[in-house]
């Protein structure tokens, strides 16, 4: 069965460069979840989308911005990159049509920023 | 804002031992879902519960929503080697966000 696809898986970037994170949800998923996860800290809610309109903000840095395309892939562009930023992105999509539904994560991509 | 809490934070358990997590939230859940996430890993959708005082069973785990719909506990009946990684509940806090719970890393030994 199809799984979300994150890309890249890693990444390295240096202090206050830019980044962008790209996440391919599940066929007919029309929800995507972005999630910051530290090391041993639980995922943080970042931003939602809901047939390509932004739905929930989360704890969203300013400098991160996010959208969903036509196709409903999604990409995290993240800017001035701080060392604290280093963790890992985790896409999740959902099924159309019904709240509250389980969501699929996707593998995540690993940000180290030096 | 909202918090999720969850206890314990570790727990290391012989192989063959029962195993619980509790969640608590600091405000009323329509709903309350768990996950597991193995290390490594990414987290893994386990259920969802909806109603006031529900109890699913899924072969050796059994998950239960509180009367109040603030808690919810998820009991793992004589654990097994699989069974290790980090359990987490997480309770919507918006249209289309959830909040996780600061989860319970479950080690089991043989």
């Known amino acids: 069965a199809a799984g979300v696809i994150q890309s890249p898986r890693h990444l390295i970037k240096e202090k206050r460069e830019t980044a962008t994170l790209k996440c391919y949800p599940i066929p007919r998923h029309d929800t995507v979840y972005w999630y910051q996860q530290g090391p041993g800290q639980d995922p943080q809610f970042l931003i939602s989308f809901y047939e390509k309109m932004q739905s929930d903000k989360g704890s969203i840095p300013d400098r991160f911005s996010a959208q969903q395309f036509s196709d409903y892939h999604s990409e995290l562009n993240m800017s001035s990159l701080e060392l604290g930023d280093s963790a890992l992105y985790f896409c999740?999509?959902?099924?159309?049509?019904?709240?509250?539904?389980?969501?699929?994560f996707g593998p995540g991509t690993r940000l180290t920023v030096l | 804002g909202q918090q999720v809490m969850q206890i314990p934070q570790y727990q290391h358990v012989q192989e063959g031992e029962d195993f619980t997590t509790y969640c608590n939230s600091s405000?009323?859940?329509?709903?309350i879902q768990w996950y597991k996430q193995r290390p490594g890993g990414h987290p893994v959708f386990l259920i969802q519960l909806v109603k006031s005082g529900e109890v699913k069973k899924q072969k050796r785990l059994t998950f239960q929503f509180g009367e109040a719909k603030k808690n919810s506990s998820l009991h793992i009946t004589a654990t097994q080697t699989t069974d290790v990684g980090t359990y987490f509940c997480?309770?919507?806090?918006?249209?289309?966000?959830?909040?996780f719970g600061t989860g319970t890393r479950l080690k089991v030994l043989a």
């Open positions: 997480a309770g919507p806090g918006g249209t289309y966000k959830y909040i």
């Open positions: 405000t009323t859940l329509s709903n």
């Open positions: 999740a999509s959902s099924p159309a049509g019904v709240t509250y539904n389980e969501q699929f």
